[in-house]
């Protein structure tokens, strides 16, 4: 099973800061890793798919980064309503997995 | 606008048999391109695939869990369902349908239901 370690646990920062999250993979993942931002009480939001590509309605201070095993997403500046948790997933191998999670609080 | 929502008891007792629904709206569930997953969450832990059914019934589940897992499609309702047996508190978790695109290249999970608390309890 492939193992999607991401950094930080926590992240703590204030309104219009940049914010770069990161996601490890234990093996190689060709492009297939999304990014989705999980707010309390509400579904999961897909924000980047195949690593740098913006969902529909996505604003662009979201984007994403990296390849093989290392990739990273970015928020320019950080709005308030982007405080919540971010989880990386992968489509690659199987079963599919995600990381454990980022928690962005405002600092 | 694709909308999913999820239905079915919110507390089973232990040993038993749990068992939920997935409505899709705004488009349909026969549409190729399109796996119907299952996905869960512990509470305060992060987000666990339970695995995926798409319109034809082919399934492909966890290995964690596939000896308990059984999803099935219903093309005429648009509807796709989960059973998860001899379930126990472990398996105490908010259960969140989605649509996985994957059609020439993979799109993401870009859909999901609001997920619905599944407690295990007696």
């Known amino acids: 099973e492939m193992v999607l370690t991401q950094s930080p646990a926590t992240l703590s920062l204030s309104p219009g800061e940049r914010a770069t999250l990161s996601c490890r993979a234990s093996q190689t993942v060709r492009s297939y890793l999304a990014w989705y931002q999980h707010k309390p009480g509400q579904a999961p939001r897909l924000l980047i798919y195949?690593?740098?590509n913006r969902a529909t309605g996505i604003p662009a201070r979201f984007s994403g980064s990296g390849s093989a095993t290392d990739f990273t997403l970015t928020i320019s500046s950080l709005e308030p309503e982007d405080f919540a948790v971010y989880y990386c997933?992968?489509?690659?191998?199987?079963?599919?997995?995600f990381g454990q999670g980022t928690r962005l609080e405002i600092k | 606008q694709v909308q999913l929502q999820e239905s079915g008891p919110g507390l089973v007792k232990p040993s038993q048999t749990l068992s939920l629904t997935c409505t899709v709206s705004g488009g349909s569930i026969s549409s190729g391109g399109f796996y119907w997953s299952w996905i869960r969450q512990h509470p305060g832990k992060g987000l666990e695939w339970i695995g995926y059914?798409?319109?034809?019934?082919?399934?492909y589940y966890n290995p964690s869990l596939k000896s308990r897992v059984t999803m099935s499609v219903d093309t005429s309702k648009n509807q796709f369902s989960l059973s998860l047996s001899s379930v126990t508190a472990a398996d105490t978790a908010v259960y969140y349908c989605?649509?996985?695109?994957?059609?020439?290249?993979?799109?993401?999970?870009?859909?999901w239901g609001q997920g619905t608390l599944v407690t295990v309890s007696s």
């Open positions: 059914i798409y319109y034809s019934g082919s399934t």
């Open positions: 989605a649509r996985d695109h994957y059609n020439n290249g993979w799109y993401g999970l870009d859909y």
């Open positions: 997933q992968q489509r690659d191998n199987w079963p599919i997995t």
């Open positions: 195949d690593a740098s």
